[in-house]
């Protein structure tokens, strides 16, 4: 069975889809059964486009990524959610654990070191993940 990480930024627009992006592919070569999804609180209209040009230079293409707000199924069936500055608590189901990324740089300020954090953050992930 197929499990789902839920991450999410506020706008899901591009913490989030950097993470799924890079979960995604980071989880498939390491031969887990784990697919990654992303919602916000306050979604974009579209994904911001220096994180489309960025993904794009690891051959992945979010260009028709449409930005949309969680919902209450995302949450309950989420096996794990990761927040990025999403202010989510009132709404995560009992039972469910949210972890929070805070370290993660704003991409509008630093592309490039959002990613590497996120990056690092994806890898130990991946890594708990493994066993």
């Known amino acids: ?3 789902t990480i839920l ?14 992006a890079y979960f995604n592919q980071a989880a498939t070569e390491a031969g887990l059964k784990i697919n990654a999804i992303t919602a916000g609180d306050d979604p974009y209209d579209a994904v911001v486009p220096a994180v489309v040009d960025r993904l794009k230079i690891d051959g992945v293409d ?16 989420a096996d794990l959610i990761v927040s990025m500055e999403c202010n989510i608590e009132s709404h ?16 509008s300020e630093n592309i490039e070191k959002a990613y590497e954090v996120i990056k690092s953050n994806v890898d130990q992930l991946v890594e ?3 066993d």
Do not use: Y
């Open 92 to 107: 995560v189901p009992a039972g469910k654990t949210v972890t929070h990324w805070n370290d993660v740089p704003l991409v």
């Open 7 to 20: 991450f999410m930024c506020p706008h899901n627009g591009a913490k989030s889809v950097l993470a799924e």
């Open 1 to 3: 069975m197929t499990k």
């Open 128 to 130: 708990t993940l493994i």
């Open 62 to 77: 979010v260009s028709n990524h449409q930005p949309r707000h969680f919902t209450a199924k995302d949450l309950q069936q």
